[in-house]
């Protein structure tokens, strides 16, 4: 079984590993804070948040495989070699419970708070569908030959696909309302973090390995932080530079019978675009 060559690189490589979970587990929370402050998930693409869901349930579900399951593990090293070194930490499991739960808390907020006239789109139902029973097709396919590596990395795949999809949604629709209102732009910030330390606790451990399969071998955590920060860089670019809100903080109005009347994309205050 491998192990460490250096114990400052094997420090270096826990410190990094739990820099991206925190980094990537905080990210889920300003825009559900936002949520609740607002009362109103306006500006939040839905079809984003349901791929998401399908996204990290998916990643759960490889993650907890290669990280728990000692038959997975022999599968791999049989693969990849026998020294080389398993390429999910724990931090990895840690993350994806963490996001499969605040992202179903998020779709709680898309039910139970103002929406307008957002809705999921029949294309997204459709992907979702699709991709669920790709993947109990796997399932099939695997019990013959007890191919657990291979189902789970058809999981892998899965989660990489959708994180390649999910991004689309949200980008296309802030290009479309010209804003970002009511899209959290503290959770892209803190998405950057996660998906720079993920990179680097990899590099770390090739270093110390003297060998890339880590990269390779986890294509899925490979493609996630790589994807993850080019669309979080677009994102960024939409918030900062392309849709920078003109409006200043002001009170909503109240109507004659002095209730507050619910506030649209355009007239949410600058104050609550974070």
């Known amino acids: 079984m491998a192990s460490w060559n250096s114990i400052p690189m094997e420090v270096v490589y826990n410190i990094l590993g739990w820099i991206a979970f925190f980094a990537w587990s905080i990210s889920f929370y300003p825009q559900v804070i936002l949520n609740f402050t607002r009362k109103s998930v306006v500006g939040l693409n839905f079809d984003f948040v349901m791929l998401n869901l399908t996204k990290h349930t998916s990643y759960l579900i490889y993650n907890a495989s290669v990280f728990f399951s000692s038959t997975v593990q022999e599968q791999y090293r049989q693969k990849y070699g026998k020294d ?10 840690a993350f994806s419970a963490h996001a499969v739960l605040l992202t179903a808390f998020t779709l709680f907020q898309i039910v139970i708070y103002e929406r307008g006239n957002q809705k999921v789109s029949k294309l997204s139902m459709v992907i979702v569908l699709v991709a669920w029973l790709s993947a109990a097709v796997c399932v099939f396919v695997a019990l013959p030959s ?32 010209k804003s970002t209102i009511g899209f959290s732009i503290g959770n892209i910030l803190l998405d950057l973090l996660g998906g720079v330390a993920s990179y680097a606790q990899m590099a770390v451990q090739s270093i110390d390995q003297d060998s890339w399969v880590n990269f390779y071998g986890n294509i899925g955590k490979t493609l996630l932080s790589l994807v993850s920060i080019l669309f979080d860089l677009l994102f960024i670019v939409q918030h900062y530079v392309l849709y920078p809100s003109k409006r200043e903080a002001s009170p909503p109005k109240s109507d004659a019978g002095g209730k507050e009347p619910l506030l649209t994309s355009d007239e949410l205050p600058q104050s609550e675009n974070v």
């Open 84 to 93: 080389e070194m398993i390429p999910v930490a724990a931090n990895d499991v």
């Open 146 to 177: 007890h191919s657990w590596l291979w189902l789970v990395s058809c999981f892998n795949i899965l989660q990489v696909t959708m994180t390649v999809i999910k991004y689309i949604p949200q980008a296309v629709m802030n290009f479309h309302r």
